[in-house]
């Protein structure tokens, strides 16, 4: 088994803003780490995916319908490759890509339509490099939060091309949006055996 010496201890994590967290680890990663490296966002023209193994989740499984989701994936030399998920109700945040995916599409057999998930590739260096966030999506009308924002201040880049949902949801995305049972054929990510 490979070491996993891609998720840092002192990961920086604020519940309700995975796109922050996913920001910070890619930033927790080195560039020859991102070369190896994802960020899935995960969702639906509805914004209603279903996920499984989710801390907030029901039942055994953890299944929780997210309006969009953020994970990472990981390359590790070698055959396997991970998912980067901190809001897992697993043991530690990376899981077994293989078989974290087999789960997800297990779960799509079993939802109805609008609530199976669909998931957009995002090389982690070009997330890192372009995600920016003023957590508008995170607050009510009267400015509020819904959920409390992170310590650290919010990640902003000028001229952005992944700004807020807008960028991270865009249904036209270049990365495009793929069933989860395909997503490694389409990365090229071998599945450890």
Not at 78 to 87: C, E, K, L, M, Q
Not at 170 to 187: N, R, Y
Request: with cysteine; charged share 20%.
């Amino acid at each position: 088994m490979n070491k996993i010496d891609f998720v840092s201890p002192t990961q920086p994590y604020t519940a309700y803003y995975c796109e922050e967290n996913l920001w910070w680890w890619c930033d927790g990663l080195t560039s020859k780490q991102r070369q190896s490296a994802w960020v899935l966002v995960v969702s639906n023209p509805k914004r209603k995916a279903a996920l499984a193994l989710q801390r907030l989740g029901i039942g055994d499984a953890g299944v929780l319908i997210w309006d969009y989701h953020v994970v990472g994936l990981y390359e590790a030399s070698g055959a396997t490759s991970y998912i980067v998920d901190f809001d897992t109700n697993m043991p530690g945040p990376a899981i077994e890509a293989s078989w974290w995916l087999s789960v997800q599409s297990q779960l799509c057999d079993h939802v109805e339509m609008e609530n199976q998930a669909r998931i957009r590739p995002i090389a982690a260096e070009y997330y890192h490099r372009e995600f920016s966030s003023t957590r508008r999506h995170m607050q009510s009308s009267d400015g509020s939060f819904i959920h409390p924002p992170p310590e650290w201040a919010t990640i902003t880049k000028p001229a952005s091309r992944l700004n807020e949902l807008s960028g991270l949801l865009d249904a036209e995305a270049q990365e495009g949006w793929h069933p989860v049972s395909g997503l490694l054929e389409h990365l090229k990510v071998e599945p450890s055996s």
